[in-house]
């Protein structure tokens, strides 16, 4: 498996500190976040999800712990819309350029405005996708919401 991604090329050139881990990636498990966690051996609230959803009808990125579900009206306030829904996965990779089960929020295809959960910056590190299906990356919460230009918000409660 080549650690070499998108998503890890936009880290380098952004000058941000990461290291990578493995996992064997299980294309039949109901939740990825929560099957990487336990194949890693670590717990599902420091593994983040990326997932794609549109707020009034634009795209926007969310990564939200693993073992955490997403209020949709909350999501649409964090981005000053009104309604929020999950993007379809088909849309998602075409935007992304990632396939479902391995998309990150860095080196999309074309960026996105983008949130992350606010519990998820309380942890001294946490691992999100690296941009393939059985890569992580490990960085600390604060370079994350930085790196991306994003914002911590309340997300799930």
Not at 12 to 37: E, H, S
Not at 87 to 101: C, F, I, N, Q, S
């Amino acid at each position: 498996m080549s650690k070499t991604t998108p998503a890890t090329l936009a880290l380098i050139k952004a000058n941000v500190a990461f290291d990578t881990a493995t996992y064997d990636y299980d294309p039949d498990a109901d939740r990825v976040g929560l099957q990487a966690a336990e194949a890693m051996g670590v717990s599902a609230s420091i593994v983040l999800k990326t997932l794609m959803a549109e707020v009034d009808g634009k795209p926007v990125c969310v990564v939200v712990p693993s073992d955490a579900e997403v209020n949709m009206k909350k999501l649409a306030a964090a981005f000053g819309g009104k309604s929020a829904h999950m993007m379809k996965p088909a849309d998602a990779e075409r935007l992304t350029g990632y396939k479902v089960g391995g998309i990150s929020p860095f080196g999309q295809k074309k960026q996105v405005p983008t949130a992350v959960e606010e519990l998820a910056t309380l942890e001294d590190a946490i691992f999100l996708n690296g941009g393939q299906r059985g890569l992580q990356i490990r960085m600390k919460p604060d370079d994350l919401v930085a790196a991306l230009g994003g914002k911590a918000v309340d997300l799930i409660r």
